[in-house]
């Protein structure tokens, strides 16, 4: 098992930027794949990015690509979402999630564990 939490969410200005981090509780972390999904109000979580155990491989959803970057550290159990150049539509909870079966997966049910979440704000 492992256990998920999320930091680092805030309230910036269009423009700006934030790193999220996802601290895993654990000693097998890197044989999760991690991924960060975010859910709007009103709206169904949606995929943002994906790293595999390695961390070598990543995948991104469309309007992120290039503007957020996913990463990991295995050493301290964390995985990163550094996300810059905000968008007022970028506001969300976001959440990480682990997967210990399989390759990467853009879809919620493919994770098994979930953190609580971090809210990101971004004003115009």
């Known amino acids: 098992q492992v256990q998920l939490v999320e930091s680092g969410g805030g309230l910036v200005q269009a423009g700006a930027s934030l790193r999220l981090s996802c601290a895993a509780s654990g000693r097998t972390f890197s044989s999760y794949v991690m991924g960060w ?7 169904e979580r949606e995929f943002v990015a994906t790293i595999s155990e390695s961390g070598g491989t ?3 959803a469309g309007s992120m690509k290039g503007r957020f970057t996913v990463s990991r550290d295995n050493a301290k159990n964390t995985v990163y979402l550094q996300m810059n150049s905000l968008k007022p539509e970028d506001t969300a909870v976001y959440y990480c999630a682990a997967k210990s079966r399989g390759g990467a997966s853009f879809y919620t049910t493919s994770y098994g564990y979930w953190g609580r979440g971090t809210q990101v704000t971004v004003t115009s």
């Open 37 to 43: 999904f975010r859910q709007a109000p009103g709206k």
């Open 58 to 60: 990543t995948y991104y």
